[in-house]
């Protein structure tokens, strides 16, 4: 068919329909039609032509018009599309490199192929438009709530309609053993949106703690005007939940606000969560406090914190454990999870053999090499002393305190200390020479025979091979993956060097090498308390 005046104004009634009925630009699909229109011209005229369609916005003629570019003589390539400055003065006055010529051809006679041709590139450009205009309506809303409507289920998935398009329930997403039948409602969380190549895509969720988070606002106006803040959740989806809450007005109390007159705020949560039951703790910036309510409802007897390792111990009473650990473990896990710490929860027994295991093996230790009878070795380890570098170091004061010591038996004491680290010691340097350490290592500042020595027997044997290490290679640390954290084993964490120290050391060894500069390095370090003091001046304020 050819583009005529009887069926120019079609052009445009047509693609006013098309964009009323996707809900996009009209001047997408007029666009559309020029680029098809323009190939049906190109298998016309020659697929090397560069053909040009213009479709006026108010009458629909379509103009078809062949371009022509002007390069240099030595770029030529394509003599239908381009053309020298020479053969451009034939139709152009001044022709320069990089000018376009263009001259009108006739309408093409639109055959069976090229209409059908021409329908399916208004198509794809149709479907680009309607991704592109679905994309650009949910990117933004990625992190908020939808109600939708359940189209159908395939594998487990659901398929929920959200207005402009299609959006998906993966199975691992739902709630326990929740079913759909089609014209369900529904409400989700927009977990992610992404475009992907057959268009955007648009995942949901009903078991992301986010979720529960963002019912919560809507059901408790505190959270929503900022007088209250959610803090931490933590879900197992469809059985229980934490969520710990803070506010920032004296006068309304967080926990309460959230579970309203009655229950009814938090209840309808619950329902919306098939039965999910909350418990609402308040946060505490003190992390054992904080603990402490998030085993609630279990009491606990005692905590200490390990705050380098990110592991807690928690000490409760024995009638107390089964409540603590929870069904499956449920409870210490979520408490887990809220605080983010690793939990250890032992009873009050437990600890106490602990603790009595720890003196006994204290003991030993100052008996077998100081050559004390258990009494006097007893007192030691009451007096707080844990190591035999504590006794050879100590003021001699601190000695005296004990029961029975006087001057020259807290030296004796000190002496043979000292003779025993001194045979330590050098046990360890044959030992780690025998192993082919370098005198370099030797003599580096800050490490003990016995690091040294561990070191070796870890292939790090010269001040080299020390200053490649990482600072979690030596004082261990922790890595998450997957949410499970998991312990890397330090070669001096035996030895209680924190990463702070590993890091001095390391930087240290590589300024001796050469390898940093030691006047860029005291730059980061002013910068760094600079940083430092700010946040201070911040939190004062």
């Known amino acids: 068919m050819a583009i005529t005046s009887a069926n120019q ?36 005229y020659g697929a090397e032509m560069d053909i040009r369609v213009a479709i006026d916005r108010k009458t629909g003629r379509a103009t078809f018009t062949r371009v022509r570019t002007v390069v240099a003589d030595d770029e030529l390539e394509n003599y239908q599309a381009e053309f020298t ?27 069976r192929i ?38 159908r289920e395939e594998y487990g998935n659901v398929i929920v309609d959200v207005g402009a398009g299609e959006a998906i329930l993966r199975r691992n997403e739902k709630i326990g053993r929740e079913s759909y039948r089609p014209n369900d409602r529904i409400r989700v969380y927009i977990k992610d949106v992404r475009r992907e190549q057959r268009g955007p895509q648009i995942f949901l969720s009903r078991t992301a703690p986010e979720f529960m988070a963002e019912l919560f606002k809507m059901e408790v106006p505190e959270i929503y005007d900022g007088i209250i803040e959610i803090k931490a959740v933590a879900r197992d989806p469809g059985s229980r939940a934490k969520i710990a809450v803070i506010s920032y007005d004296n006068s309304i109390d ?3 606000a959230c579970v309203g007159m009655r229950g009814s705020r938090v209840q309808a949560v619950v329902n919306e969560l098939q039965g999910e039951k909350i418990d ?102 009451s007096e707080g002393f844990t190591n035999l570098e504590e006794v050879a170091y100590v003021e001699v004061d601190e000695l005296l305190v004990i029961d029975g010591v006087d001057e020259a038996t807290a030296g004796e004491l000190q002496a043979r200390a000292r003779d025993v680290l001194e045979a330590q ?46 600072d979690w290679e030596l004082a261990g ?9 998991t312990k890397d084993d ?18 240290t060894a590589r300024v001796l090498l050469g390898w940093v500069d030691p006047a860029e390095l005291e730059v980061a370090e002013v910068e760094e308390d600079d940083i430092d003091g700010e946040e201070d001046e911040e939190a004062e304020a």
């Open 9 to 44: 104004l079609e052009l445009l009634q047509t693609a006013e329909a098309v964009a009323r009925e996707k809900m996009i630009d009209p001047n997408l699909v007029v666009e559309a039609m020029e680029e098809s229109l323009a190939r049906a011209a190109k298998s016309r």
């Open 85 to 111: 400055v020479e053969q451009a003065k034939q139709y152009m006055a001044n022709p320069e490199v990089g000018q376009e010529f263009s001259e009108e051809v006739p309408p093409v006679e639109m055959g």
């Open 114 to 151: 090229a209409a059908q041709s021409a329908k399916q590139v208004i198509l794809q450009k149709v479907r680009e438009a309607e991704r592109d205009r679905q994309y650009e309506e949910f990117k933004d809303r990625a992190g908020t709530i939808i109600n939708g409507l359940v189209k």
């Open 254 to 256: 967080p926990v309460g």
């Open 280 to 381: 609402i703790i308040p946060w505490n910036e003190d992390q054992p406090t904080f603990l402490v309510n998030a085993l609630q409802p279990a009491e606990v007897s005692k905590v200490v914190l390990d705050e380098e390792a990110g592991k807690i111990e928690v000490v409760v009473p024995e009638e107390q454990l089964s409540l603590a650990i929870g069904r499956r473990g449920q409870n210490v896990r979520l408490a887990s999870q809220l605080t983010g710490l690793d939990i250890d929860i032992m009873t009050e027994e437990q600890e106490s053999a602990r603790r009595q295991a720890e003196f006994e093996l204290r003991t030993k230790l100052f008996m077998d090499n100081l050559d004390l009878d258990e009494f006097f070795a007893q007192l030691l380890v």
């Open 425 to 470: 010691n050098k046990a360890a340097l044959d030992a780690a020479r025998a192993l082919g350490v370098d005198d370099t290592l030797i003599e580096f500042e800050g490490l003990t025979p016995q690091m040294i020595e561990a070191l070796a027997k870890d292939d790090v044997k010269t001040l080299e091979d020390f200053a490649t290490c990482a």
């Open 477 to 485: 640390g922790w890595t998450t993956v997957d949410g499970v954290r």
């Open 490 to 507: 330090g070669t001096l964490e035996p030895f209680d060097m924190s990463l702070e120290e590993a890091q001095h050391l390391i930087m």
